[in-house]
């Protein structure tokens, strides 16, 4: 029989899609971002990708939320992290959950004080304000740093999960998540 809950052996199907589902949409959102950076302001392709970056920011938003309650419930079912390796295994994933809340936090912050508000899938989540909330702006300002360091933990977790686990320890990690 089938469990949707991840065991030792591997991680379960939910655990697996929004793993998967997750790294293709931060694919994209670090491809907008690297399109917005780098492109001229008239390139057509820079503002193609840019249109989907809101949306996209707020779709892994609410994908972290699930997938952080997700993986709590499924810790007891999960091989356990032990020596040193480990403890920066789990170090890792906390800055990594940690900048996928903060990054996005702090745009929505100056989404909900700004003249511009905020709209996802045409539902208004904050109307536009007459006049901005400066205080709500000045966390935003690292919003762009903090999302380039995120890119970097997120290739550091690519490393590790394809040179550590899969080349050097060959513990079989990675092939429990491909499933």
Do not use: C
């Not at 939910?14 to 399109?35: D, E, K, N, P």
């Amino acid at each position: 029989m089938t469990t949707y809950k991840d065991t030792p052996e591997r991680y379960g199907p939910i655990t697996r899609f929004l793993h998967w589902g997750m790294a293709v949409l931060f694919a994209a959102q670090f491809a907008s971002a690297a399109a917005h950076w780098a492109l001229p302001r008239e390139n057509a392709l820079r503002e193609t990708l840019w249109s989907y970056h809101v949306t996209l920011g707020v779709t892994l938003f609410i994908l972290v939320f699930l997938r952080g309650i997700w993986g709590l419930l499924n810790i007891p079912s999960r091989p356990p992290h032990s020596g040193a390796m480990g403890q920066a295994a789990v170090a890792g994933h906390v800055a990594l959950y940690a900048l996928m809340i903060l990054v996005p936090s702090v745009r929505l912050l100056a989404a909900a004080g700004g003249e511009r508000g905020l709209t996802y899938l045409g539902l208004t989540i904050f109307p536009p304000r007459e006049t901005e909330i400066a205080w709500t702006q000045v966390p935003a300002e690292w919003h762009g740093e903090m999302g380039w360091i995120l890119a970097l933990l997120i290739l550091g977790h690519i490393a590790m999960a394809t040179i550590w686990h899969h080349l050097i320890n060959r513990d079989g990690v990675l092939k429990r998540m491909a499933g």
